[in-house]
T-cell receptor
């Protein structure tokens, strides 16, 4: 079974540009989560998609947005990039409904490292 | 509010035992997760506790005390491959995961 795949692995952008990151969940998983992992900080929740709908959003400005496609893959868009957006962006998936128990945990991808110069 | 604390870094010796602590403050609780993250890799699930007590899974065990807002991950018979960051995450009353900053564990021969 293929795991959660993310692309690109690395991305270098300059301030003000836009970045698009992509995620394919495990087959059968309909929930997709996006996290930001900056150096020395815990995972910060960005977005949660389930069955094509945005279910919840973390405390990030509107220039962070995304969507989920009918095949449950997802993309994260970051507009007007700022230096502090440099981080590892992790995507995770779970079976429908979210990680309510140890039986339905999040499975993570290896992440996309975004560097803003 | 919610808060999770873990030590930033720990060092242990190959073959030994290490305990990584996680303390939290939250108004609602629906379980606590531990994940392992090797450098440059995806976090991987280790354990989930929702009731008080010890859950054992091979060389790894996880303990929870809800009244004390405290959990620990116990790693026995340490191997060099256990060098990684260990992430503690609590699930709040809205079933959202709140993550600690992680503990970097360094194993020395």
């Amino acid at each position: 079974e293929a795991g959660v795949t993310q692309s690109p692995t690395h991305l270098i952008k300059t301030r003000g540009q836009q970045a698009t990151l992509r995620c394919s969940p495990i087959s059968g998983h309909t929930s997709v989560y996006w996290y930001q992992q900056a150096l020395g900080l815990g995972l910060q929740f960005l977005l949660w998609y389930d069955e094509g709908e945005e279910r919840n959003r973390g405390n990030f400005p509107p220039r962070f947005s995304g969507r989920q496609f009918p095949n449950y893959s997802s993309e994260l868009n970051v507009n007007a990039l700022e230096l502090e957006d440099s981080a590892l962006y992790l995507c995770a998936s779970s079976r429908p409904g979210g990680p309510y128990s140890g039986a339905n945990v999040l499975t993570f991808g290896a992440g996309s490292r975004l560097t803003v110069l | 509010g919610q808060n999770i604390d873990q030590p930033t870094e720990m060092t242990a010796t190959e073959g030994a035992i290490v305990q990584i602590n996680c303390t939290y403050q939250t108004s609602g609780f629906n379980g606590l997760f531990w994940y392992q993250q090797h450098a440059g890799e995806a976090p991987t699930f280790l354990s989930y506790n929702v009731l008080d007590g010890l859950e054992e899974k091979g060389r790894f065990s996880s303990f929870l005390s809800r009244s004390k807002g405290y959990s620990y991950l116990l790693l026995k018979e340490l191997q060099m491959k256990d060098s990684a960051s260990y992430l503690c995450a609590l699930m709040d009353s809205n079933y959202q995961l709140i993550w600690g900053a992680g503990t970097k564990l360094i194993i020395k021969p």
